[in-house]
């Protein structure tokens, strides 16, 4: 049997804690709760109208932010699994992982970044996803926020970086030049494999390529077809490609639990406080599953991410966003107050951009044809 890595899983009983004390619950763990409190959360709803890749209307079957969520999460725990990590507190992480992002996925996220920026602020989804947990989810008679455990809200924080003390003031508290658990480093990496390869199904879907081109630019996705077609010799292209998409979620998946497997070995980590310490991530792919990944993130930008289909639909959508920020501001008594902050207790254009980013795409096109129809 293959060796675990349970000296590493993040010990519960060693949590630092919640940011206002709660007794334990009498059948729930700490990062189980963290769990629940997540999905009855109003932001997590939203992403069900979130775009991940397609606005509404390419097609009902493609994926949406909160459909993206539950394959990352349900591809992190299956790692978890293996490894002998920490499930719920990896479960937790991957349906956190995404609950900052504004409406039309990441070139809504540039475009509010680019006006914050005018007033010498900046928008990032992920200190955007500690605002909501923190302060803008408002269930509790107790706390504000959903008073998460520290590691939970420290997996969020360092989704997809690390960073040094000082370099992010506002992140200090989050054990700044130390390494987040296991179950944290998984995130980003099952983040890419589900988003890489639903990408894939879904553009496909669209037409936007066959099997040939996809094998052509990705060896590894070819090797897959090369084996699949002795399999299945009379099977049609589009059952063919599903059943190629199944191994290829397959090979990726086992290529992380391997690689971070031996990564962890080799490193000679022997608790999670070493592992903290150890000067790079754990998490990562096998040198093969690496190199499809990577050329399977190519093959999409290409084709997909940089096509004029979904180039139009940026441009829309942005512009939506530039128009209704520039409307705020002009009008301030727009924009709802905030039950949990004293009136004028951040600049209008933080909170425009707080507002702009909790809306779901549906309600970003109803309130901007309200509101500038008439311009």
């Known amino acids: 049997m293959a060796e675990t890595l349970r000296h590493l899983r993040f010990p519960g009983d060693r949590s630092r804690g919640r940011r206002f004390p709660e007794p334990a619950h009498p059948y729930r763990s700490d990062f189980q709760r963290d769990r629940d409190r997540i999905v009855h959360a109003r932001a997590f709803r939203r992403l069900e109208d979130k775009t991940q890749v397609w606005g509404a209307g390419f097609s009902d079957h493609f994926r949406n932010r909160l459909t993206h969520t539950i394959e990352v999460a349900q591809l992190a725990r299956t790692v978890a699994s293996v490894l002998e990590l920490d499930e719920e507190l990896t479960e937790a992480l991957a349906l956190a992982h995404d609950i900052g992002h504004p409406p039309f996925a990441h070139s809504?996220?540039?475009?509010?970044?680019?006006q914050m920026q005018r007033f010498g602020g900046r928008f990032d989804h992920n200190l955007q996803?500690?605002?909501?947990?923190?302060?803008?989810?408002?269930?509790?008679?107790?706390?504000?926020?959903?008073?998460l455990t520290f590691e939970v809200r420290e997996g969020i924080a360092k989704h997809s970086r690390d960073f040094a003390p000082g370099e992010i003031p506002e992140l200090d508290q989050y054990l700044p030049g130390l390494k987040p658990p296991l179950e944290a480093q998984l995130i980003d990496l099952a983040d890419e494999i589900a988003y890489n390869t639903a990408d894939l199904d879904d553009a496909y879907e669209a037409s936007m390529f066959g099997m040939e081109e996809i094998a052509s630019a990705v060896p590894g996705y070819a090797a897959i077809v090369d084996e699949l077609e002795g399999h299945f010799p009379g099977a049609?292209?589009?059952?063919?490609?599903?059943e190629v998409l199944r191994r290829l979620i397959d090979t990726l998946i086992s290529g992380l639990i391997e690689g971070t497997r031996s990564a962890a070995i080799e490193s000679g980590a022997e608790s999670v406080e070493d592992l903290r310490r150890l000067p790079a991530r754990l998490a990562r792919m096998t040198p093969g599953s690496r190199i499809t990944n990577v050329q399977l993130k190519e093959f999409l930008r290409n084709r997909v991410y940089c096509s004029p289909l979904l180039a139009e639909e940026r441009a829309s959508s942005t512009g939506m966003i530039g128009e209704l920020f520039g409307f705020f501001l002009e009008h301030p008594e727009q924009v709802p107050p905030k039950s949990w902050d004293p009136p004028g207790d951040e600049p209008l254009y933080r909170q425009v951009c707080d507002y702009i980013a909790g809306m779901t795409d549906g309600f970003l096109r109803r309130t901007h044809a309200e509101l500038l129809a008439s311009r």
């Open 129 to 147: 996803a500690l605002r909501i947990v923190e302060s803008f989810e408002q269930s509790y008679a107790r706390f504000p926020g959903l008073n």
């Open 236 to 242: 049609s292209e589009k059952v063919l490609f599903h």
């Open 108 to 114: 809504g996220e540039e475009e509010l970044d680019h």
